[in-house]
């Protein structure tokens, strides 16, 4: 898949990926605003695109703003925060018809770019400030968010041993921020928020359609030349020693406990087709190493999976597990990563990862949500990989690699979320 890159100005970045086979009804249009994660600003920042998604000077109101979607042939219109590596990714995003579909050949996504233009840039304001109303809003929408991560015992164990993990870097903050920063917030912090991204984001904007992707960005690129700019920058730390192991339990009302063990590569330079297969063979697959061995042939785990996050270099190894087995399931899940880190897997196995992999990549396409994903995911790198491209990279990768990659991983924490003896509220948590 071909897809066109250009940067009319510095850290702005236009991807149009064009559906030449007419394979989508629809157009999408994503805007992309790159922050540093930061405790003292990610509250604030966070509440900013749900609060620009609400109006617009043109659109001041919800009845107003839902009929000119409706004009536009039913637009949606959504907004997101999520990390990036250590960047806080604020989403503005935007799907609609595709022009070649239209009655009298409108031009519907550059409409909707000059829509949803006008609604970063010209948000309403009270007394140059945020409405009241809509800040309250949103401030209740987002702590029911933050709040209920609880729910997720096994997202929630993830998140507190990242925490652990990271402790003191960008990665640990959680994009939506804090419960108590969101509530001590006042218009006037979202406000000058808000205007800090303006000033000091690096954007990539994403469209996906038959269209042209320059005409559709051009409004936005035509508004951040007006600002006088000062992007910032977006390193990311990594850890290449274990100095200190850190590890952390607490209990609630779970019926099934959950550990997870953080990981780090102690490699200088991440070699991430090998990484991406090592991972997924020893815990990505449904016929991984600790799949296969930990859950199924010894029954000590619920579930028991692994992930790595090339951007950070830090991985993850969750399950969930039984507390009285929580040291047999440890000690089998180190021997297991001991194995891979001697070669003992078979070509087979090997060569079913990758193909299972290749196969992942070669489907991202199917959708535009997980195409669209797939390079905001990359908004980090200077320089982007198609799914295609990923894929051939993996064809190339050696057995010596997948064994250097594993050898680099490090066990750095160990997060335990353990049964209180209290009755659950919903039964048996098993995912």
Not at 103 to 125: D, S, T, W
Not at 196 to 213: E, F, K, M, S
Not at 328 to 341: G, N, P, S, T, Y
Request: some cysteine; glycine content about 6%; aromatic content about 6%.
């Amino acid at each position: 898949m071909s897809i066109t890159v250009f940067e009319p100005a510095k850290a702005i970045r236009v991807i149009t990926i064009p559906d030449t086979a007419g394979r989508f009804k629809t157009a999408g249009l994503t805007v992309q605003l790159l922050m540093p994660l930061s405790e003292e600003t990610a509250a604030a920042q966070a509440l900013v695109p749900f609060l620009l998604r609400r109006a617009c000077r043109a659109f001041p109101d919800f009845p107003a703003l839902k009929r000119e979607l409706d004009r536009l042939y039913g637009a949606r219109l959504t907004a997101a925060v999520r990390r990036v590596g250590e960047a806080q990714g604020l989403y503005l995003q935007m799907t609609c018809l595709d022009d070649r579909f239209a009655l009298n050949g409108e031009a519907v996504a550059a409409q909707c770019a000059a829509l949803l233009c006008e609604m970063l840039f010209q948000p309403v304001l009270q007394d140059g400030v945020f409405r009241h109303d809509d800040m309250e809003e949103e401030r209740r929408c987002l702590l029911e968010t933050i709040r209920s991560e609880i729910n997720n015992k096994r997202g929630y164990a993830r998140t507190r041993c990242t925490e652990l993990l990271c402790e003191g870097e960008p990665y640990a903050v959680r994009a939506a921020g804090t419960e108590e920063a969101v509530t001590a917030l006042t218009a006037a912090d979202v406000t000058a928020a808000w205007e800090r991204v303006l000033r000091t984001a690096r954007v990539q904007i994403i469209y996906h359609g038959n269209g042209d992707g320059r005409a559709v960005a051009a409004p936005f690129v035509e508004r951040f030349c007006t600002i006088d700019r000062t992007p910032c920058d977006l390193p990311i730390t990594r850890r290449t020693a274990v100095d200190t192991r850190r590890d952390g339990e607490e209990s609630m009302a779970v019926a099934q406990g959950k550990m997870v063990l953080g990981l780090i590569s102690t490699a200088e330079n991440i070699d991430v087709p090998a990484h991406r297969i090592a991972s997924a063979l020893f815990g990505g697959t449904a016929f991984s190493m600790l799949f296969r061995t930990v859950r199924e042939q010894l029954s000590l785990c619920y579930y028991c999976a692994s992930s790595f996050d090339r951007l950070k270099g830090v991985g993850m190894i969750d399950s969930g597990v039984e507390a009285e087995k929580v040291p047999v399931a440890r000690a089998e899940i180190e021997r297991q990563l001991d194995l891979l880190k001697a070669g003992e897997f078979s070509d087979d196995d090997l060569e079913n990862t990758r193909r299972y992999l290749v196969s992942q990549y070669r489907t991202v396409g199917d959708l535009q949500s997980t195409l669209a994903g797939w390079y905001d995911g990359q908004a980090l790198d200077n320089t982007l990989q198609t799914p295609e491209d990923a894929a051939e990279a993996l064809l190339s990768v050696t057995r010596e690699r997948v064994i250097a990659a594993a050898q680099s991983w490090e066990i750095a924490c160990e997060f335990r979320l353990m049964p209180n003896g209290e009755a659950e509220e919903g039964g048996e948590d098993s995912e």
